[in-house]
Every structure is written in structure tokens, then in C-alpha cells.
């Protein structure tokens, strides 16, 4: 799954924009649009990052979207954090809902491709993993907000909404499970973990390289491609599952990993326990049969050890 050699840029990717550039997923966008040689635009919020312009998603959208005249919106900023969502949920709307109708209104009237990322807390986890067409039933106050920011996104006539889930990857932003789990198991620290919640996880740098190629073929943000597509590797796994296979690929010590219930967590937010999602349109658009979890972590692997021997 590596970047293929740039050719001459399409329409779309011709001046795009990675709105949240510095977090996991945009990193990662701005990253590989950067390496196929496209004029990409990058911004930050509170992390500064080199070659990133400075942000906020709640200022004037339209003033920057004017000023730049992108080709395509890579919207990548949003609030993530679950626990955090739950107990604030008037700002939660604001960012996850209320921000984006700026954007996808400026993207609407200058027919402007706009990508989004959704999650599969869209739904409520009781018989994952889920297809595009499954009934949505949010069951905490973050998975709402993204079902409504979806609604909102569907307004503009050129877009795609790429629901993905338990995104990992090394190298772009701290907050994601893998690198807690690399840390974790480098300082001989405990690394407690839901044994029962159950998801498909997404690489990103995967996820970046898919989405340039299939825009790049003409599969993506076309007139009559797929607007809600599910992105993520094929394995329904736990968290302890994974972090197993973390602790494998590093010959780190397994007993670090500490199972718990997710109702011993207490988390505040209720987790759809089985969710996850079926990949089976977007291997169908890449054309590829499999998407395996543990090819994904191999090809993170010298970026995992990097961290592991504290030389990232």
C-alpha cells in the first residue's frame, strides 16, 4: 500500500487544503499529498507544526476558503475526545457540527469537493461491523454530533464522507492508541485496556494513500462516485487484541497489558461495544481483496521501533 509515483495532477488534488493538518488523519493527508508533489495547504489549531498555517476552525472559514481558492477540502479538524464530548455537549456541537456548515456552505456554492471523516460510533455496537447502509444509532454524545456533521456534509454536491474507526499511525500526532501502547509497553508501565470493545481499525497513513489514489483514478469526488464509504482494515478486533499484536511485533512484555470491562472503566460516555465496519465497497473501489490488519502494522513496524527505542 505505498504512494504511487505522482503523474500530472488532477482537478481536484490540483490546490487542496488539510484543514487540521497537524492531528492523526490530516497529518497523514498532508503527508502524502505533499510526497505526490500537489500545492497542498496545511493548517493548525493549537499544535504548531512547520509549513502549517495557523487556524481556527471557528473564525471566519469562508475569509481563509476565499483567500486560498483550494481545489478540494480535506476536512480533518474535529473534537475527539469521547469522554471530554460527553460532558460537553453544547461544545461539541459548535466544533463537530456547527463548524462544518461554514465550509461545506463555501464548498457547495463553488462546487468545491469537500472530504469529511465520520466514525462508527454512528452506531450502537449491538451487531458490528456495519455497511454504508446500516441504520445509524449513536449511543453517546460524539457519535451524535458526527451523524449530524454527516447530514450536514451531504448538502454539498461534491463530497465524501469517509467513516473510519480506531485510527492508528505513528509519526503524526501522539493521540491515538498505538502510540500509547508503544509508550506504554517501552516504559514498563501498565497499559489497561477494554477486553470488549471490538472495532476494524484504520490505519492512516493507509487511509491517505487509498483516498489520493482512488481521487487520483477518478473514483473519489467524480461525478457518480460513492459519498459514504467505510474505510478501515478488514480484522474485528478488541483493544486488547491489538495491543497484544503491538506487544508481539516489539518483543515487549504481554503481562503489561491489563484487561478490563468496559463497564469496570466507568467511562462516561457508553461505547457501542461491537462496532466496526465493512470495507467491502472501498476494497471493491481499490480493487484489492484483503486489507489485513496485520499487514498495516508491519508496514508501521519501523516507525513502532523508532518510538520504542526512543530514536522517533
Known sequence: ????????????????????????????????????????????????????????????SPALLERLRPSAVVLA?????????????AETLERNVGQVRPVA???????????????????DGAAGPYDEDAPTRPLNVYGRSKLLAEQVVASCPRHVV???????????????????????????QSLVVPSDQLATPTYATWLADQTVRLVE???????????????????????????????????ADPALITLRTTADLHQPAPRPLRAGLRNRRWKALLGVERLPLDEALDDCLPRMRRLYARTL
Do not use: K
Open 1 to 60: 500500500m505505498r504512494p504511487s509515483s505522482s503523474g500530472p495532477p488532477c482537478a481536484p488534488l490540483a490546490r487542496p487544503l488539510v484543514i487540521g493538518a497537524s492531528g492523526l488523519v490530516g497529518g497523514a493527508f498532508h503527508a502524502r499529498l505533499a510526497a505526490g508533489g500537489y500545492a497542498v495547504t496545511g493548517t493548525y489549531r493549537a499544535n504548531a507544526r512547520p509549513g502549517l498555517e495557523r487556524f481556527e476552525l471557528a473564525g471566519d
Open 77 to 89: 479538524s474535529a473534537l475527539t475526545h469521547v469522554d471530554y464530548c460527553e460532558n460537553h455537549e
Open 105 to 123: 456552505a463555501w464548498c457547495s456554492s463553488h462546487g468545491v469537493p469537500l472530504v469529511y471523516f465520520s466514525t462508527d460510533y454512528v452506531f
Open 162 to 188: 469517509l467513516r473510519i474507526t480506531n485510527v492508528f499511525d505513528i509519526g503524526f500526532d501522539d493521540r491515538n492508541f498505538l502510540h500509547r501502547c508503544v509508550t506504554s509497553l517501552r516504559d514498563g
Open 217 to 251: 483514478a477518478g473514483r473519489l469526488l467524480a461525478d457518480g462516485s460513492p459519498q459514504r464509504l467505510h474505510a478501515s482494515c478488514d480484522d474485528l478486533v478488541s483493544r486488547a487484541d491489538f495491543a497484544r499484536r503491538v506487544a508481539s511485533r516489539l518483543g
